[in-house]
């Protein structure tokens, strides 16, 4: 359930490089990843920048969440074919040219603030063209790890992408308010084309194998996509969760929008407040992702529905924290991120042992889109009732919400049955 994902690990891959000493993949694979890791570095703190921004600016809830809705809009529509694109033709030149055009999008924006003519819809503007540009973009990105290295590091190609996902979170924060306070908005901003091109520019050096795929281009996007699609609808289990995790999404997403406006408004905080509770919520989903690959729990269900559960009512905790109790509210923020971190990697775990192999792409990318369509779906719904019932308000009924949700989750006997093997039933459905 994150909003970005860099080299996300998948069973099924095809064979990449083999193993051997002396062999040049760790360099092609560290100068890329290390690239595409630094980029994404600059895109979370220009994210923390232009939310700030619109809160400092505007204080208003619709502005916020329109903001969110430009960020992610545009991704869920353009997913589904950017993973199909990814799959037939250059997934370095895609990288290439969607890094390229989110920069040059980015330096007009860093020219409208340093001339001072910079209107809050061209902000909207950057956030869906990079949206839009990351549809492309990450798909190519993570289906290109198996080709860049050997099937005995695929798994830890995937734990060092979820690392990197919760230091980022820790990193983008903090030096994004430490960028705000030292130059310009203009001048932080310019960071994030520093980075694209240290994202490019390892792939301008090294080739990415690309696999022949000659039956998909004889298919269409919907035949190919409908298959997922009947896999899901007809396993009761897991029609169930992707419900589920549909209406969390829509209940909780647009708190992560809202946070600015949450301290500023109810603490009377600034952008390092802000930075402070979202990198400590950081460190606290690098830790919990630490913990369940040390303890990796058997019961996935449970673990995934409580730790859901845990995180959305942490959230509406944090919005109960008085004004004058700053920390208490940074503590309830850190353990949603903790709890978070306790469901989302069971969630992976139990996805890759229920749904075939040769299917998974497929049907992972349909819960890709139906989270990324809850989201900006609940960022319009927000934005009406943070106007009637306050910011505050907003973060009570989304996290208790998703909170119910989650726990109504162990009502459904074939959702908790999705624990068992079920593989091969799902697989007869299909």
């Not at 099924?12 to 980029?39: H, V």
């Not at 979820?162 to 705000?180: K, N, Y």
Request: proline fraction near 7%; charged fraction near 10%; charge should be positive.
């Amino acid at each position: 359930m994150t909003t970005r994902p860099g080299f996300p690990g998948t069973i099924g891959f095809p064979p990449g490089p083999e193993d051997g000493p002396g062999l040049p993949w760790r360099l092609r694979f560290g100068a890329i990843f290390g690239g595409q890791a630094l980029s994404l570095v600059g895109s979370s703190l220009t994210q923390f920048v232009l939310l700030w921004w619109i809160a400092d600016t505007t204080g208003s809830v619709s502005a916020l969440s329109a903001a969110g809705m430009a960020a992610l809009f545009p991704q869920a529509v353009l997913a589904p074919l950017g993973g199909t694109l990814a799959d037939r033709y250059s997934r370095r030149l895609m990288m290439i040219v969607a890094d390229a055009i989110s920069a040059l999008c980015m330096l007009g924006l860093i020219v409208l603030f340093l001339t001072e003519r910079i209107e809050l819809w061209h902000a909207y503007v950057m956030m869906a063209v990079r949206s839009a540009m990351q549809a492309f973009q990450a798909p190519a990105a993570s289906a290109s790890v198996a080709m860049l290295v050997p099937r005995s590091f695929v798994v830890r190609a995937a734990g060092l992408n979820q690392s990197l996902q919760s230091l980022t979170v820790v990193a983008a924060a903090p030096m994004g308010a430490l960028a705000i306070g030292v130059m310009p908005i203009g001048w932080a901003l310019s960071i994030d084309v520093f980075t694209a091109l240290l994202g490019i520019l390892p792939l301008l050096c090294f080739r990415i194998p690309q696999p022949a795929n000659r039956d998909a281009r004889r298919t269409g996007l919907w035949s190919e996509f409908r298959e997922g699609i009947d896999l899901v609808w007809k396993s009761p289990g897991l029609r169930r969760l992707y419900l589920l995790l549909g209406v969390v999404v829509l209940a909780t997403m647009p708190t992560f929008t809202l946070v600015p406006l949450l301290v500023k408004v109810h603490f009377g905080g600034g952008a390092s407040q802000v930075a402070l509770m979202e990198g400590l919520a950081g460190a606290g989903m690098l830790a919990g992702s630490m913990l369940m690959m040390a303890m990796a729990p058997r019961r996935l269900v449970h673990w995934t529905l409580g730790g859901f559960a845990v995180s959305c009512a942490s959230v509406a905790l944090t919005a109960m924290a008085p004004a004058t109790l700053f920390g208490v509210a940074v503590a309830w923020w850190v353990m949603s991120g903790i709890s978070f971190a306790f469901g989302n990697a069971p969630l992976t775990a139990l996805l890759q042992t229920t749904i075939p192999n040769r299917l998974q792409g497929r049907a992972l990318a349909l819960m890709t889109t139906l989270m990324a369509f809850s989201a900006p779906v609940g960022l319009a719904l927000a934005a009406p009732l943070g106007e009637w019932i306050g910011v505050r308000g907003v973060f009570l009924f989304a996290g208790s919400l998703g909170a119910l949700a989650s726990l109504a989750g162990f009502l459904s006997p074939s959702l908790l049955a999705l624990q068992s093997p079920p593989a091969r039933g799902i697989e007869g459905a299909a």
